[in-house]
């Protein structure tokens, strides 16, 4: 077998978890001396500003009335099938189940039907979150979401915790027809690392997309008592749909002066790392991947303890969770951190030398070639599972 794959990565084009991924996924592989096709519907943020040697495939569907959608992810597929005919790919790896593991799916389907020697490539489908606590769960979505995670030739989840709300969702009662292999999210540590401490008062930061399950305006909330009798700031990074009413908190705890809106940033490293403490306080997460990058810079969390984020954060050592409905308990612990900075960089220091020892970027990448080359080299049935 040829040490170069050939390998095609499909994602969201967002800031989101599962594009940042796929998008640092693409970019090691092609490091590594892969050939890296990257099929989406617009260019991943991550990607556009990288000169890497990924090919990128933007597939956008042709409008059309009789579509109340343009059907992007049609036209992935199509695309996926085309360069398959031309060049063959050894492997399809779509992120996030609906619709990305569909077209990959229905892609690697119509390879097989060809008339030709060239076989078809085999579906690795990694499971982010959302895909399967809601999109996927969504009872207009469950069969077809269970169809897709049965149908690949192997499924990956970024987190024990997520593998088993994979197996409740959409095994068979208590037997679960599908084998998982969790792969945890990686970080580049050359990227987000220390970068020195800032003068001035303690500060906290977040990142996210504001959609309702990030809790924006509980984070503001739990910060004004986090705070009450100190000059502490935070810092809020990202936009979505909870930004006004984070704003209105704000406004009405008097927090106007210490609470900042700046928007989309690229510049995450340089944010992350003069913070005393990264907040995440959402009501689910499967994995938190801000979370790790704050590590990575040496930047204690104070996290909601919830899905996978204790298997990032290790309560006490590289900062503290906290139940997800107890915004006093939160509060406190914030609190802690932000007026004994000595601590927090101590807890820092600790939340850098795990992400060395268990999310570098390379130890990760390799699960995925294992992968990868034990699917090349595995017989397996018509219907792409063991």
């Given at each position: 077998?040829?040490?170069?794959?050939?390998?095609?990565?499909?994602?969201?084009?967002?800031?989101?978890?599962?594009?940042?991924?796929?998008?640092?996924?693409?970019?090691?592989?092609?490091?590594?001396?892969?050939?890296?096709?990257?099929?989406?519907?617009?260019?991943?943020?991550?990607?556009?500003?990288?000169?890497?040697?990924?090919?990128?495939?933007?597939?956008?569907?042709?409008?059309?009335?009789?579509?109340?959608?343009?059907?992007?992810?049609?036209?992935?597929?199509?695309?996926?099938?085309?360069?398959?005919?031309?060049?063959?790919?050894?492997?399809?790896?779509?992120?996030?189940?609906?619709?990305?593991?569909?077209?990959?799916?229905?892609?690697?389907?119509?390879?097989?039907?060809?008339?030709?020697?060239?076989?078809?490539?085999?579906?690795?489908?990694?499971?982010?979150?959302?895909?399967?606590?809601?999109?996927?769960?969504?009872?207009?979505?469950?069969?077809?979401?269970?169809?897709?995670?049965?149908?690949?030739?192997?499924?990956?989840?970024?987190?024990?915790?997520?593998?088993?709300?994979?197996?409740?969702?959409?095994?068979?009662?208590?037997?679960?027809?599908f084998d998982i292999d969790v792969?945890?999210?990686?970080?580049?540590?050359?990227?987000?690392?220390?970068?020195?401490?800032?003068?001035?008062?303690?500060?906290?930061?977040?990142?996210?997309?504001?959609?309702?399950?990030?809790?924006?305006?509980?984070?503001?909330?739990?910060?004004?008592?986090?705070?009450?009798?100190?000059?502490?700031?935070?810092?809020?990074?990202?936009?979505?749909p909870e930004q006004d009413e984070?704003?209105?908190?704000?406004?009405?705890?008097?927090?106007?002066?210490?609470?900042?809106?700046?928007?989309?940033?690229?510049?995450?490293?340089?944010?992350?790392?003069?913070?005393?403490?990264?907040?995440?306080?959402?009501?689910?997460?499967?994995?938190?991947?801000?979370?790790?990058?704050?590590?990575?810079?040496?930047?204690?969390?104070?996290?909601?303890?919830?899905?996978?984020?204790?298997?990032?954060?290790?309560?006490?050592?590289?900062?503290?969770?906290?139940?997800?409905?107890?915004?006093?308990?939160?509060?406190?612990?914030?609190?802690?951190?932000?007026?004994?900075?000595?601590?927090?960089?101590?807890?820092?220091?600790?939340?850098?030398?795990?992400?060395?020892?268990?999310?570098?970027?390379?130890?990760?990448?390799?699960?995925?070639?294992?992968?990868?080359?034990?699917?090349?080299?595995?017989?397996?049935?018509?219907?792409?599972?063991?």
């Amino acid at each position: 077998m040829d040490s170069c794959l050939k390998i095609g990565i499909i994602c969201h084009p967002t800031y989101g978890g599962s594009g940042v991924v796929a998008s640092e996924l693409a970019l090691s592989l092609a490091d590594e001396g892969h050939c890296v096709h990257l099929f989406s519907h617009d260019v991943p943020p991550r990607l556009a500003r990288s000169p890497g040697p990924v090919e990128v495939h933007v597939a956008q569907g042709v409008p059309y009335p009789l579509f109340h959608s343009t059907p992007h992810d049609l036209a992935i597929t199509s695309r996926i099938l085309d360069l398959h005919r031309s060049t063959g790919l050894d492997i399809l790896h779509a992120h996030y189940a609906l619709p990305h593991a569909v077209s990959a799916i229905l892609a690697r389907d119509a390879a097989r039907s060809d008339c030709s020697d060239r076989p078809p490539p085999r579906v690795v489908t990694t499971l982010h979150g959302t895909d399967i606590t809601l999109v996927g769960n969504e009872p207009s979505y469950h069969p077809l979401t269970q169809y897709t995670i049965r149908a690949s030739d192997a499924v990956t989840t970024v987190s024990s915790a997520l593998a088993e709300r994979t197996r409740e969702n959409f095994g068979d009662g208590k037997q679960c027809p599908f084998d998982i292999d969790v792969i945890p999210n990686f970080v580049d540590l050359e990227t987000f690392r220390p970068n020195g401490q800032a003068d001035g008062p303690p500060s906290a930061v977040h990142v996210s997309n504001f959609r309702r399950v990030k809790r924006v305006p509980w984070l503001v909330r739990a910060f004004a008592e986090a705070s009450e009798g100190t000059d502490a700031h935070l810092t809020l990074v990202g936009d979505g749909p909870e930004q006004d009413e984070a704003r209105r908190v704000a406004q009405e705890h008097g927090l106007a002066g210490r609470v900042r809106f700046l928007g989309m940033r690229d510049a995450l490293p340089e944010l992350l790392s003069p913070a005393d403490v990264y907040a995440l306080t959402s009501q689910d997460e499967s994995f938190g991947l801000s979370a790790l990058e704050a590590m990575a810079c040496a930047t204690p969390v104070v996290a909601t303890d919830v899905g996978g984020v204790g298997e990032v954060v290790v309560d006490g050592v590289t900062g503290f969770l906290a139940p997800a409905d107890d915004r006093a308990a939160y509060a406190a612990k914030l609190r802690a951190l932000l007026v004994d900075r000595e601590r927090a960089r101590e807890m820092g220091r600790a939340a850098r030398a795990r992400c060395e020892e268990h999310f570098e970027r390379r130890r990760i990448v390799a699960h995925y070639t294992d992968l990868y080359r034990r699917l090349l080299i595995e017989d397996r049935t018509p219907t792409g599972r063991p």
